[in-house]
C-alpha cells in the first residue's frame, strides 16, 4: 500500500521505518528540515535499537522516502497522524496543536477512499471531532484511530510484532483497510479489537494510568517499608506471584518519566475534569505526587549520606534518561535528581551511555563524562539512577577503589546490597531494608 506517516519523531520515524520494512510504500513528512535530512541519509535523530537498520534497509530498497512537503502525501492512500501531543504550557492538558495542523494540512491532498489513521495519544472525544472536520471537507476520505503501544527500548519489536491492534472506525470499510496494512502481524495471531472512536482513545490512556498506577503503588509500599523496616522488594516478589497482580512494574525507585506516563496520567485528568468526571480518575493526581516524592526522596538519602550538606561534595550521578536503551531526558527522574543536588551546592558529576548530548542542551549546567570510572573517580556518594545494564554490572570492589567514599544509593533496586556491603560500601536501596 502507499502509505504517509505526518510527524517524523520517535513515533513517526519508527512507523514509517517498520511499514516500509514490511513491504508498503511509505512517504515521512514532517516540517523539521535537519530531521528530515538524517533521516533520508539513514540516520535516525535519536537512538532506538533497531531503528537504524530498518531504516536503512527501507530507504535502499526504495520503500522509505522522506519529504518536508505535505504535498507528498497526495499519492497515499492511507495517511498515519503521528505527531507529539505534549502538555499545554498553562496547564495539565494535552496540546493538540500539532494534530490539528496535520490534519488541516492533509485535507487538501485528500480523495475519496482515503484514510487517515490517528497515532497520536489524544484526548477522549478528539477522534470525533478530527472526524466531523473531515468529513465536512468533502474530499469522501475517512478517519480511524489505531493508538500506538510502543515501549522505548523495544519499539522497532512492538510495531513489527504487536501485541495488540486497536482500531477505532465508523464503519468495517476502515478495519478492512487497517487489516490490509497489518496484513503481516494479524497473520502471526496478533489480537485486533475493533471498536469505535472512544474506546480507542481510552485503550491507550488507560493502560499508561493503570502502568502508572501499579509503579506508584510499589512506591508507596517503599515508603511505608522504609519506616517500619521492611524490604519492598521482597514484598513485591511475594505479591507478584498472585496471579491477579503480577511482578511486573511492581519494581520500587526513584519512578516513572519519559514523554509518556506523566504527561498522559495528567492530560487523562484534565480530559476527566472537563467531562464532569473528575472524580472518576482524583487518583491519578496521588499517583504522580507519590511519584515525584520518590525523587525527592533520593535527594534526602544523598543529603543525609553527607551528614546533612552535599554543598561542595562530588557525587556521582550514573544515568541522565528517563529509562535504559534510550537517550530520551523528557521529565526524567535521573536528571531531575542531578539538576536538583546541583541546586543544593553539589559538585554533580553525570554520566550515561546515551543521553548526554540531550541532557547537556537541557542542563548545560552539570558537568557530564562519557566514562563510568571518570564520573566514580573521587565521588563521595554514587547514586544510580538508570537502570543501564553496565551499572547494573559495576564491581562493587573495582568501583571502591575509584571513589572517595564508599556510599552508594541505589535509586532502582536493581544492585544486590549483600555484595556492595561485602566490599564495604554503605548501600542504601528504595524501600530496602
Not at 96 to 113: C, E, I, R, S, W
Not at 258 to 266: E, T, Y
Not at 305 to 314: E, I, P, R, W
Request: aromatic share 6%; glycine share 10%; with cysteine.
Amino acid at each position: 500500500m502507499r502509505v504517509s506517516v505526518i510527524g517524523c519523531g520517535y513515533l513517526g520515524a519508527v512507523h514509517a521505518s517498520a511499514m516500509a520494512e514490511l513491504g508498503h510504500e511509505v512517504i515521512g513528512i514532517d516540517v523539521d528540515e535537519r530531521k528530515i535530512e538524517a533521516l533520508a541519509a539513514g540516520q535516525p535523530p535519536f537512538f532506538e535499537p533497531g531503528l537504524p537498520e530498518i531504516l536503512t534497509s527501507a530507504t535502499a530498497s526504495g520503500n522509505l522516502e522522506f519529504s518536508t512537503d505535505i504535498a507528498a502525501a497526495a499519492s497515499a492512500t492511507v495517511h498515519f497522524i503521528a505527531v507529539g501531543t505534549p502538555q499545554a504550557k498553562d496547564s495539565a492538558s494535552a496540546d493538540l496543536t500539532y494534530v490539528d495542523a496535520a490534519l488541516h494540512g492533509l485535507l487538501p491532498h485528500l480523495k475519496a477512499g482515503d484514510l487517515i489513521v490517528g497515532k497520536s495519544t489524544v484526548p477522549v472525544g478528539t477522534a470525533e471531532r478530527l472526524a466531523a472536520i473531515v468529513a465536512e471537507h468533502g474530499s469522501g476520505a475517512t478517519l480511524a484511530w489505531n493508538p500506538e503501544f510502543l515501549r522505548e527500548g523495544f519499539a522497532v519489536k512492538d510495531t513489527l510484532e504487536p501485541d495488540r491492534l486497536v482500531y477505532g472506525v465508523a464503519d468495517q470499510t476502515a478495519a478492512d483497510v487497517l487489516d490490509e496494512v497489518y496484513a503481516q502481524a494479524l497473520s502471526t495471531g496478533t489480537p485486533r479489537i475493533i471498536t469505535d472512536y472512544a474506546t480507542a482513545e481510552l485503550v491507550k490512556v488507560a493502560a499508561n494510568a493503570f502502568l502508572a498506577t501499579k509503579i506508584s503503588f510499589i512506591n508507596a509500599m517503599a515508603e511505608i517499608s522504609e519506616v517500619v523496616g521492611a524490604d519492598v522488594k521482597e514484598l513485591a516478589d511475594a505479591i507478584g506471584h498472585d496471579v491477579r497482580i503480577g511482578r511486573k512494574f511492581l519494581n520500587a525507585g526513584v519512578g516513572f518519566g519519559g514523554g509518556c506516563l506523566p504527561k498522559d496520567i495528567r492530560a487523562f485528568t484534565a480530559r476527566a475534569e472537563e467531562l464532569g468526571r473528575g472524580e472518576s480518575v482524583a487518583f491519578l493526581k496521588q499517583v504522580d505526587a507519590i511519584n515525584l516524592r520518590r525523587r525527592q526522596r533520593v535527594i534526602d538519602l544523598a543529603v543525609d549520606a553527607l551528614d546533612g550538606s552535599v554543598n561542595g561534595k562530588k557525587i556521582a550521578v550514573l544515568g541522565v534518561t528517563f529509562k535504559p536503551e534510550s537517550d530520551d531526558v523528557r521529565d526524567s527522574p535521573a536528571l531531575d535528581v542531578a539538576v536538583q543536588l546541583k541546586g543544593l551546592g553539589a559538585n554533580v558529576v553525570a554520566t550515561d551511555p546515551q543521553g548526554i548530548e540531550n541532557a547537556r542542551r537541557r542542563h548545560p549546567q552539570l558537568e557530564y563524562v562519557e566514562s563510568t570510572d571518570d564520573a566514580l573517580r573521587d565521588a563521595q556518594v554514587t547514586v544510580l539512577v538508570t537502570e543501564w545494564a553496565e551499572y547494573r554490572n559495576l564491581d562493587p570492589a573495582r568501583s571502591g577503589d575509584l571513589v572517595a567514599s564508599r556510599s552508594i544509593i541505589d535509586g532502582r533496586n536493581v544492585l544486590n546490597p549483600a555484595e556492595w556491603r561485602a566490599a564495604g560500601w554503605a548501600f542504601v536501596g528504595m524501600g530496602r531494608r
